[in-house]
């Protein structure tokens, strides 16, 4: 157990819908990174939230955006969702800003876009 | 771009070792090596990381060549609860996982 939550388990969403996902990092966990993992393939980095701002973003599109909020939880929020955007979708709480070894993964969304 | 590469499977008799290998022959100077496991319907899980020395922790040992293009996860006493899918990471601003490799622990 990592103490990071992710809700809901599963969502099943229609082309064009927007989508929120939830994920509740370990107290005092001032970071927070999203990844996609699409089925076979490692997880890619969407972005990172450092004390609710962006710290750093992969290469995904705009509609794919972010919040973190002060008492440690954080939302990934994907606009006009695609085929192609069904996957697991992965948070990892850290303490400090860029400490690739202390990510503390949920258990993540599986998303499926029908 | 993973900037690894790994053998996408391999198998490991039940308490012997499992020796992982990873290429990452681009490699730059103050580039770390990140190894992650996931278990089947987890979230991946932190194992050790190096820079150029040998790194061991009480689940496994990094070894790094002195090139540092390349580097060996080892797992000595390997247990079936180690299947897993092992992701070697060369970190650079953010955390690239490539395919990995899956690991299967036999009886």
């Known amino acids: 157990e990592t103490g990071v939550t992710q809700s809901p388990t599963h969502l099943i969403k229609t082309r064009g819908q927007q989508v929120t996902l939830r994920c509740s990092s370990q107290?005092?966990?001032?970071?927070v990174s999203w990844y996609q993992q699409a089925l076979g393939q490692g997880p890619q980095f969407i972005f990172q939230?450092?004390?609710?701002?962006?710290?750093g973003r992969g290469n995904f599109p705009p509609r794919f955006s972010g919040l973190q909020f002060p008492n440690y939880s954080s939302e990934l929020n994907v606009n006009a969702l695609e085929l192609d955007d069904s996957a697991l979708y992965l948070c990892?709480?850290?303490?400090?800003?860029?400490?690739?070894?202390?990510?503390?993964f949920g258990p993540g969304t599986r998303l499926t876009v029908t | 771009d993973a900037k690894t590469t790994q053998p996408p499977s391999m198998d490991c008799a039940e308490g012997r070792a499992a020796n992982l290998p990873c290429n990452h022959s681009t490699i730059s100077g103050n580039e770390y090596v990140y190894w992650y496991r996931q278990i089947h319907s987890q979230g991946p899980q932190y194992i050790i990381h190096?820079?150029?020395n040998n790194e061991t922790n009480e689940m496994a040992s990094l070894i790094i060549t002195e090139d540092r293009k390349s580097s060996t996860l080892i797992l000595p006493h390997a247990t079936l609860r180690d299947t897993a899918v092992y992701y070697c990471i060369v970190r650079v601003d953010d955390m690239r996982f490539g395919a990995g490799t899956r690991l299967t622990v036999k009886p």
């Open positions: 990892a709480s850290s303490a400090t800003s860029g400490s690739w070894d202390e990510q503390y």
């Open positions: 939230y450092y004390r609710e701002e962006e710290n």
């Open positions: 107290s005092g966990h001032n970071t």
């Open positions: 190096g820079l150029k």
